[in-house]
C-alpha cells in the first residue's frame, strides 16, 4: 500500500516467533543485506535497510 518509501527492516530480534532460514540473530543482518543487493538496486536496499527510518525521524522530529 506505501510502497518503498514506507517500508523497512526492524530488528526486535528478541520477540519474533522465526527468523528468516539462515539468520540467527541480529549478527547475521549483513548476509540479509547481501541477499538483498543481488536481487534489488542499492538505492531500494539502502531505503528499506535504514534510510526510510532516518528519513521519517528527520521529518517529525527535525533535526536536518
Not at 20 to 23: D, F, S, W
Given at each position: 500500500v506505501m510502497g518503498?518509501?514506507?517500508v523497512g527492516v526492524g530488528s526486535d530480534y528478541d520477540g519474533m516467533v522465526a527468523l528468516?532460514?539462515?539468520?540467527r540473530d541480529v549478527t547475521d543482518l549483513p548476509?540479509?543485506?547481501e541477499a538483498?543487493?543481488?536481487r534489488h538496486?542499492?538505492?531500494?536496499v539502502e531505503r528499506v535497510m535504514g534510510g526510510n527510518f532516518r528519513r521519517y525521524f528527520r521529518e517529525t522530529l527535525g533535526g536536518g
Open positions: 518503498e518509501e514506507g528468516p532460514k539462515g539468520m548476509r540479509l543485506t538483498l543487493l543481488r538496486p542499492e538505492s531500494w
